[in-house]
T-cell receptor, first 114, second 112 residues
Framework: AQSVTQPDIHITVSEGASLELRCNYS??????LFWYVQSPGQGLQLLLK??????LVQGIKGFEAEFKRSQSSFNLRKPSVHWSDAAEYFC????????????FGAGTILRVKS | IAGITQAPTSQILAAGRRMTLRCTQD?????MYWYRQDLGLGLRLIHY???????GKGEVPDGYSVSRANTDDFPLTLASAVPSQTSVYFC???????????FGPGTRLTVL
């Protein structure tokens, strides 16, 4: 069955430090992938997406992610974290071969310390 | 209206009562979705609709029903609420199935 794993439930980084949030998937097909961010009490906002082409994708708010097929990963990165980045981050994966149903990871809560 | 709206924002409901969560989008998206979000489980798909007039079951459909009479509206009904349906419910839409999804602000439902 398709699955998405975000190994880190919580991550704390200092403001100005770099960030990497991990996402691994298990799919028997070529996936497309998303990263969403959720601030407390809010809905999910799309940060970036990968369907095909260049495996390094740029998103909003200075985020980027790299699709690595050999590692079944789609890790989210940001070179310098701002206090406003504190939120919960979700990786999501879908595939045409599985009816385009989007499967979400359990989320990673990011805390930023000043 | 801009994007997706959901109503109510929150609701406390007695077990056994019927409840309809409303979702409206103004983006003329064909596909719409209902998810529930529970701590540690991420988002799980309840039902979806690829286009007006069609619906399908997601990962956790039991106890829920949906209808899609037109493009804009996609209500979710709990026929007889149970405490395990306490959750935050998100409606989403996408231009077509497989495109990026846009989410509403959510409805926090508590069933006592």
């Amino acid at each position: 069955a398709q699955s998405v794993t975000q190994p880190d439930i919580h991550i704390t980084v200092s403001e100005g430090a770099s960030l990497e949030l991990r996402c691994n998937y298990s799919y028997g097909a070529t996936p497309y992938l998303f990263w969403y961010v959720q601030s407390p009490g809010q809905g999910l906002q799309l940060l970036l997406k990968y369907f095909s082409g260049d495996t390094l994708v740029q998103g909003i708010k200075g985020f980027e992610a790299e699709f690595k097929r050999s590692q079944s990963s789609f890790n989210l990165r940001k070179p310098s974290v701002h206090w406003s980045d504190a939120a919960e981050y979700f990786c999501a994966v879908g595939a045409k071969e599985y009816g385009n149903k989007l499967v979400f990871g359990a989320g990673t809560i990011l805390r930023v310390k000043s | 209206i801009a994007g997706i709206t959901q109503a109510p924002t929150s609701q406390i409901l007695a077990a056994g009562r019927r409840m309809t969560l409303r979702c409206t989008q103004d983006m003329r998206h064909n596909a719409m979705y209902w998810y529930r979000q529970d701590l540690g489980l991420g988002l799980r798909l309840i039902h979806y609709s690829n286009t007006a007039g069609t619906t399908g079951k997601g990962e956790v459909p039991d106890g829920y029903s949906v209808s899609r009479a037109n493009t804009d509206d996609f209500p979710l009904t709990l026929a007889s609420a149970v405490p395990s349906q306490t959750s935050v419910y998100f409606c989403a839409s996408s231009k077509e199935r497989g495109n990026e999804q846009f989410f509403g602000p959510g409805t926090r439902l508590t069933v006592l």
